[in-house]
């Protein structure tokens, strides 16, 4: 069984920092996409970034694109997304997934952590 669980969340002003983790457990990390998706109040679920299963190839939302980092560290089984220059637009519950490709069939999903950016 597979579960991802995502931490780092939380409370930063605009222009702060944050790093999320996510660890995933049940198969072959490597093997796999990892995705991370924000959902704002009000919103439907959006696509961040990904990373490829050896971590060669990363894709990202374009709003994103040189504030935001993502990377994985397969022998901890654990997909990481630095966050710098954070906006208010930025806040949202940030979920992990795992999938064959990175533009869709996530199949499994954590069960986010809230970040949280005042102006």
């Known amino acids: 069984q597979v579960q991802l669980v995502e931490s780092g969340g939380g409370l930063v002003q605009a222009g702060g920092s944050l790093r999320l983790s996510c660890a995933a457990s049940g198969r072959t990390f490597s093997s796999y996409f990892m995705g991370w998706f924000r959902q704002a109040p009000g919103k439907e679920r959006e696509f961040v970034a990904a990373?490829?299963?050896?971590?060669?190839?990363?894709y990202y939302k374009d709003s994103v694109k040189g504030r935001f980092t993502i990377s994985r560290d397969n022998a901890k089984n654990t997909v990481y997304l630095q966050m710098n220059s954070l906006k208010p637009e930025d806040t949202a519950v940030y979920y992990c997934a795992q999938g064959r490709r990175p533009g869709g069939g996530y199949d499994s999903w954590g069960q986010g952590t809230q970040v949280t950016v005042s102006s």
């Open positions: 990373i490829s299963g050896s971590g060669g190839n990363t």
